[in-house]
């Protein structure tokens, strides 16, 4: 069992930033690691993933705007966001691939004036 440990979150203004970062309780490498997230209402959506090589996805509502990062001896990942708009409000749920599918318990953002 892996537990995924995140960590950040919170209220910010539009246009504003946070950073999300999430640590894999695991002595294995994980995978892949990346972030998703549910809107209230809506289907829980992927938002950016990386793998251990260094691969990214990124959903195009979040292209330029946010950046996953990872630091594989921490088996830690990281996401910064910026330019934030209010429809990225959402839980953001970690997640990792080790032959198996692991998540967070999830952090809200929230982005209002």
């Known amino acids: 069992q892996v537990r995924l440990v995140e960590s950040g979150g919170g209220l910010v203004q539009p246009g504003g930033s946070l950073r999300l970062s999430c640590t894999a309780q695991?002595?294995?490498?994980?995978?892949?690691m990346g972030w998703y997230r549910q809107a209230p209402g809506k289907e829980r959506e992927l938002v950016a993933t990386?793998?251990?090589?260094?691969?990214?996805n990124y959903a195009d509502s979040v292209k330029g705007r946010f950046s996953i990062s990872r630091d594989n001896d921490q088996n830690t990942v990281h996401l910064q966001m910026n330019n934030l708009k209010s429809e990225d409000t959402a839980v953001y749920f970690c997640w990792a691939n080790y032959y198996s599918n692991f998540w967070g318990q999830g952090t809200q953002v929230t982005v209002s004036s």
């Open positions: 695991s002595i294995y490498s994980m995978l892949e």
């Open positions: 990386l793998t251990m090589i260094g691969n990214t």
